[in-house]
Nanobody
Framework: QVQLVESGGGLVQPGGSLRLTCAAS????????MGWYRQAPGKERELVGRISSGGFTYYGDSVKGRFALSTNNAKNTVYLQMNSLKPDDTAVYYC??????????WGQGTQVTVSS
């Protein structure tokens, strides 16, 4: 069984920063990519960004230049550094892992609220 545990969400003022962490554990085949999606109330889930096992990154247009992904492959952990946060970044953030045997796993979600 695979578990993804997310942490680091919370309330932050506009312009502030937060760092999300997602640690994967359990019987995981080789990880192909890790990343984050988010979903705001009344909106569809959107890709925030993903990072491959080789370190290649892709970011959604709305977060480019403000958010950054990194990993600790030895610990099956992905980090999302979020800077210059805006109220529009308010959402539940979900971590995911995609494996070489074509399975994907999801975290339970962590709330990020950007408000003054």
């Amino acid at each position: 069984q695979v578990q993804l545990v997310e942490s680091g969400g919370g309330l932050v003022q506009p312009g502030g920063s937060l760092r999300l962490t997602c640690a994967a554990s359990g019987s995981i085949f080789k990880i192909n990519a890790m990343g984050w999606y988010r979903q705001a109330p009344g909106k569809e889930r959107e890709l925030v960004g993903r990072i491959s096992s080789g370190g290649f990154t892709y970011y959604g247009d709305s977060v480019k230049g403000r958010f950054a992904l990194s990993t600790n492959n030895a610990k099956n952990t992905v980090y999302l550094q979020m800077n210059s946060l805006k109220p529009d970044d308010t959402a539940v953030y979900y971590c995911y892992v995609y494996t070489d045997d074509h399975y994907d796993y999801w975290g339970q979600g962590t709330q990020v609220t950007v408000s003054s």
